[in-house]
T-cell receptor
Framework: NAGVTQTPKFRVLKTGQSMTLLCAQD?????MYWYRQDPGMGLRLIHY???????AKGEVPDGYNVSRLKKQNFLLGLESAAPSQTSVYFC?????????????FGPGTRLTVL | GDSVTQMEGPVTLSEEAFLTINCTYT??????LFWYVQYPGEGLQLLLK?????DKGSNKGFEATYRKETTSFHLEKGSVQVSDSAVYFC?????????????FGSGTRLSIRP
């Protein structure tokens, strides 16, 4: 099993450009998540999904959109990139709800917005 | 709301030293507690977890005990190795969430000198 994979690994954008980050998991997990990681701030949840066709906002959703058209894929879109969106983005997935959650993480995408 | 506070880094130790990374939490209900580890250039991996008070999670020589009375989940290891150099995140997941969202601390960078 590949686990959780993310595409691309690195990307540089200019302000105002758009892009989509792809997350794929082969563990048949129901739940998927997008986080951003900034120095000294840990991981902050952007959006999440509890199943195919459903999405919900996390802690820092502004400037991002997501889609979950297939159970195994979770896409994160930036419609008009801003320098404040320079960050490392992590996707995660999990199979359980309640207090026994373990999330499995992808390797991350490092995004720089100039 | 729920939150996690962990010891600020960076922490630098010599090989074979004793390690403690402090973590305290604030939560309603009865959360599960986790330590995740992030090795350089990689995503986060679950290191250990505890799901109820007085539980001890352990893995790879690391241990942490869920202390409800002090709302703490400190990470310890008796003899660290150079390969333990990484960023460590304390985290919690509450059982009132519909999507098992995890709240992460800000991370503690650990460097081990040979």
């Amino acid at each position: 099993n590949a686990g959780v994979t993310q595409t691309p690994k690195f990307r540089v954008l200019k302000t105002g450009q758009s892009m989509t980050l792809l997350c794929a998991q082969d563990m048949n997990h129901e739940y998927m998540y997008w986080y951003r990681q900034d120095p000294g701030m840990g991981l902050r949840l952007i959006h999440y999904s509890v199943g195919e066709g459903t999405t919900a906002k996390g802690e820092v959703p502004d400037g991002y959109n997501v889609s979950r058209l297939k159970k195994q894929n979770f896409l994160l879109g930036l419609e008009s990139a801003a320098p404040s969106q320079t960050s490392v983005y992590f996707c995660a997935s999990s199979s359980t709800s309640g207090s026994y959650n373990e999330q499995f993480f992808g390797p991350g995408t490092r995004l720089t917005v100039l | 709301g729920d939150s996690v506070t962990q010891m600020e880094g960076p922490v630098t130790l010599s090989e074979e030293a004793f390690l403690t990374i402090n973590c305290t939490y604030t939560a309603t209900g009865y959360p599960s507690l986790f330590w995740y580890v992030q090795y350089p250039g990689e995503g986060l991996q679950l290191l250990l977890k505890a799901t109820k008070a007085d539980d001890k999670g352990s893995n790879k020589g690391f241990e942490a005990t869920y202390r409800k009375e002090t709302t703490s989940f400190h990470l310890e290891k008796g003899s660290v190795q150079v390969s333990d150099s990484a960023v460590y995140f304390c985290a919690l997941s509450d059982d009132y969430s519909s999507a098992s969202k995890i709240i992460f601390g800000s991370g503690t960078r650990l460097s081990i000198r040979p």
